[in-house]
């Protein structure tokens, strides 16, 4: 078949525009079978990683062709993760180890410091909305203090009826 021969040569084509074709050709030749035109799809969108296209021309080329071989939700989700599962093996370097255990210490870290920011924001709304003469420095010093800190601060806080007392607390340094 002419049709075959040609959408095969426009495939190992380097030139972008061809892919682009090629998509197009694919995208109404499979008009009535999705699962080939997920097959296709993916064969085009493979061939842009092996091209050794930048990642800005990959993404580029990868919405045309997206955009021509629109596939059915469900064939759409198995073709992403396809995609991901392709991008993590070749395309990603190997994480070591050490690296793992880096990246996990630090989302370990910065939830640890989401929680503290939490913790002062609120008790820093609960102060303010308490004592009318809440000042800056008042704010500086609490949000010093760490998450334990704070913590025992909202407590305390229930127990102090002026402005004094929240400063005296925070001068003994938490105790």
Not at 137 to 148: F, G, K, M, N
Request: aromatic share 6%; charged share 30%; hydrophobic share 40%.
């Amino acid at each position: 078949m002419e049709l075959g021969r040609e959408k095969h040569r426009l495939e190992s084509n380097d030139n972008p525009a061809a892919l682009v074709v090629a998509a197009h050709l694919a995208a109404q030749a499979t008009r009535g079978d999705m699962e080939q035109r997920q097959r296709l799809k993916w064969q085009l969108t493979r061939r842009l990683y092996e091209h050794g296209y930048s990642r800005k021309d990959i993404l580029e080329l990868f919405r045309l062709i997206d955009w021509l071989m629109v596939l059915p939700s469900g064939l759409e989700v198995a073709f992403r993760k396809q995609l991901i599962n392709y991008e993590q093996e070749k395309i990603m370097p190997y994480v070591t180890s050490i690296e793992r255990l880096g990246r996990q210490e630090g989302r370990q870290e910065g939830r640890q410091e989401g929680r503290q920011e939490e913790a002062a924001s609120l008790v820093l709304r609960l102060a303010r909305k308490r004592f009318a003469g809440f000042e800056p420095a008042d704010e500086t010093v609490i949000r010093q203090l760490p998450l334990s800190g704070l913590e025992m601060l909202s407590e305390a806080l229930l127990d102090f009826t002026t402005i004094d007392n929240l400063r005296q607390w925070l001068k003994a340094g938490c105790q």
